[in-house]
């Protein structure tokens, strides 16, 4: 059984910095693409950010609306991924979740229905 943990949430000022870890247990974490996504109330989960486990190594894919500000990394031996949200805007205030599967396509990754396996969340809110 796979279990996701999110941690690093809070609340900042616009401009502020987070960075958000995603720790992954009972699995092959090297074999996993992670992916990060937000949902406000009352919309969809987002995409934000993706490690594609690309035949061995990892690509990183971010979201339209958060590149340049956000980067998304991993620790293989932690087994556990990473966002680094910088330059926070109010925008950005949601639950943020990671999500992890296997053998998902680079041309799935923006699709949360990609991941079978789910953290809980962490809130994220930018407010002045």
């Known amino acids: 059984q796979v279990e996701l943990v999110e941690s690093g949430g809070g609340s900042v000022q616009p401009g502020s910095s987070l960075k958000l870890s995603c720790v992954v247990s009972?699995?092959?974490?090297?074999?996993?693409?992670v992916g990060w996504f937000r949902q406000t109330p009352g919309q969809e989960r987002e995409f934000v950010a993706a490690?594609?486990?690309?035949?061995?190594?990892?690509?990183?894919h971010l979201g339209d609306s958060v590149k340049g500000r956000f980067t998304v990394s991993r620790d293989n031996a932690k087994m556990t991924a990473y966002l680094q949200m910088s330059n926070l805007e109010p925008g950005d205030t949601a639950v943020y979740y990671c999500?992890?599967?296997?053998?998902?396509?680079?041309?799935?990754?923006?699709?949360?229905?990609?991941?079978?396996?789910w953290g809980r969340g962490t809130q994220v809110t930018v407010s002045s």
């Open positions: 999500a992890a599967g296997s053998r998902i396509i680079l041309s799935a990754i923006r699709n949360h229905g990609s991941y079978p396996n």
């Open positions: 009972g699995s092959n974490f090297r074999t996993y693409t």
């Open positions: 490690a594609l486990n690309d035949r061995g190594g990892f690509r990183n």
